[in-house]
């Protein structure tokens, strides 16, 4: 980070953009010069419990927080929700980077791929770079776990936090994103995490259908009376027409699983 200076980081608050936030913020003072920005999206995509978050963890890292609007949801190539929906979403998410960055002189941008992420299928690192984003942790090699660690190390709350997409993750590919259904979803996520659900995922089909996902070891108590009632009247006061639990268990992305997929070479 100190190679990079001073930078606008966007900032989820999940332990990836936290562990850069905080070298950054180590470096700053180091260098005794002006502070980095993590700058936050607001948007339909991202639960309020996740900006929660990010807040928190700014503060943790005493590093200055700035949340911004994103308007990805007034483009068409967003909405539509086809395998490049990331890519929307990331070029969306970094032009706005950008006006703060310029705002305070042109800063460079990083971001919290590691290099497990480089292996998925991530659309959205492309967007990152066509805009030139830093990519720190992944330059580095620095994969999940060792992210992990370095949080711990640092005692950043979101050490061992599981990783939390956006929303929009969780509609099937060709079922457009609206703010109803990103509510939706937010609603039923936000209720079965109540009830002791973690990891989770509520996952949304076509005829509004529910997949719920949650840790193999939980599917038991899931399915169970009179919890099971209790989901599926809830689910349908918030609007869905069908719930189905995956027996397969929580997998992140498991919607990729769901297309076949051209991954990039």
Request: net charge neutral.
């Amino acid at each position: 980070m100190s190679e990079l200076g001073r930078c606008v980081i966007a900032f989820s608050g999940g332990v990836d953009s936290a562990v850069v936030a905080a070298a950054a913020a180590r470096s700053d003072r180091l260098r005794g010069g002006p502070a980095s920005i993590a700058v936050t999206a607001i948007s339909p995509s991202v639960p309020q419990v996740q900006r929660d978050i990010a807040a928190r963890v700014a503060s943790e890292i005493a590093i200055e927080h700035v949340c911004i609007a994103t308007a990805e949801m007034s483009r068409d190539d967003y909405t539509k929700n086809d395998t490049r929906r990331c890519f929307f979403c990331k070029q969306t998410l970094y032009g706005a980077l950008r006006k703060v960055a310029a705002d305070h002189g042109g800063l460079p941008i990083a971001s919290g791929t590691n290099a497990d992420d480089l292996g998925d299928y991530r659309p959205g690192i492309e967007a990152g770079r066509q805009a030139d984003v830093a990519t720190p942790l992944a330059d580095l090699r620095i994969d999940k776990a060792t992210v992990r660690q370095i949080a711990t190390f640092w005692e950043l709350s979101v050490a061992e936090l599981p990783a939390a997409p956006c929303l929009s993750s969780r509609i099937a590919y060709g079922v457009a994103v609206t703010e109803e259904r990103l509510r939706r979803i937010e609603q039923a996520e936000s209720w079965l995490s109540q009830r002791g659900f973690s990891p989770l995922r509520v996952r949304l089909h076509d005829g509004e259908m529910a997949r719920i996902e949650v840790d193999a070891g939980d599917l038991g108590r899931l399915v169970q009376q009179p919890l099971l009632s209790a989901i599926r009247s809830h689910f349908a006061s918030l609007g869905f027409r069908a719930v189905t639990v995956d027996l397969a268990g929580f997998r992140s992305g498991s919607n990729n699983q769901l297309v076949n997929l051209m991954l990039p070479k």
